[in-house]
């Protein structure tokens, strides 16, 4: 069976903060796909990042970086410099290379006070 | 380019009415569409699987009979709450993939739409 999980339900930092939201993953699949998608209050899902299984290559994009770890199963996503408008709830995602269900983790609620 | 939009963005109802939701690939031809509940304060739970032309695929614990899901095109998929009750108020949100974008860039992404919040009184 696969799953997600983030076990940070909420963390709140100050603003220029790092943070990391953590993201533990289970499947049975060799090829597979992550996500990481960001849910700010009005409720659109904004894509982040997409990586597939093949590729352990650490990704950075702007103040955005991801750690993916096969070994351990986790895909952690770490926001340099927070700021007030990174407060949102950010999902972690997985689907399997045959079929395109995603399958979400909790979510964790970032807030960031300035 | 790949813009997907829902529509009513919330709707209010009240119990035992039907409501339906529409889900549109602006820019793509969407081949495979999803329905997502949320709850509050919840993740998205996958509800069903539709593909153009063929019967929604639902999952384990979702009404079939309850939640109508038809993908008659390539554009457009709308979901059919029928009878509705205040437990199902939720967030409603569909996504949809183009056979297109998976051929051109080998993208299983998935392109959501801005949700629906429905309230059922």
């Known amino acids: 069976a696969q799953k997600v999980t983030q076990a940070q339900t909420e963390i709140s930092v100050v603003e220029k903060e790092d943070v990391t939201l953590d993201c533990v993953y289970e499947?049975?699949?060799?090829?597979?796909?992550l996500f990481w998608y960001k849910q700010p209050p009005s409720g659109e899902l904004v894509f982040l990042i997409r990586?597939?299984?093949?590729?352990?290559q650490n990704e950075i994009s702007g103040r955005y970086s991801w750690n993916f770890q096969k070994s351990t199963s986790s895909f952690n996503f770490t926001i340099t410099a927070s700021q007030v408008v990174d407060s949102a709830v950010y999902f972690c995602?997985?689907?399997?290379?045959?079929?395109?269900?995603?399958?979400f983790g909790t979510g964790t609620r970032l807030q960031v006070f300035p | 380019g790949a813009v997907v939009s829902q529509h009513p963005s919330w709707v209010i109802c009240k119990s035992g009415t039907s409501v339906k939701i529409e889900c549109r690939s602006l820019?793509?031809?969407?081949?495979?569409m999803f329905w997502y509940r949320q709850f509050p304060k919840q993740s998205l739970m996958l509800m069903a699987t539709?593909?153009?032309?063929?019967?929604?695929?639902?999952e384990q614990g979702v009404e079939k009979d309850k939640f109508l899901i038809n993908h008659a095109s390539l554009t457009l998929s709308t979901l059919t709450v029928t009878s509705a009750h205040p437990e199902d108020s939720s967030f409603y949100i569909c996504?949809?993939?183009?056979?297109?974008?998976?051929?051109?860039?080998?993208?299983?992404?998935?392109?959501f739409g801005p949700g629906t919040r429905l309230t059922v009184t």
């Open positions: 996504s949809a993939r183009g056979q297109s974008v998976w051929r051109r860039t080998g993208s299983k992404e998935q392109y």
């Open positions: 499947t049975r699949d060799t090829t597979y796909y």
């Open positions: 990586r597939n299984s093949f590729d352990e």
């Open positions: 995602a997985l689907s399997s290379y045959n079929t395109d269900k995603l399958i």
């Open positions: 820019d793509f031809q969407a081949t495979t």
């Open positions: 539709s593909n153009e032309g063929s019967k929604a695929t639902y």
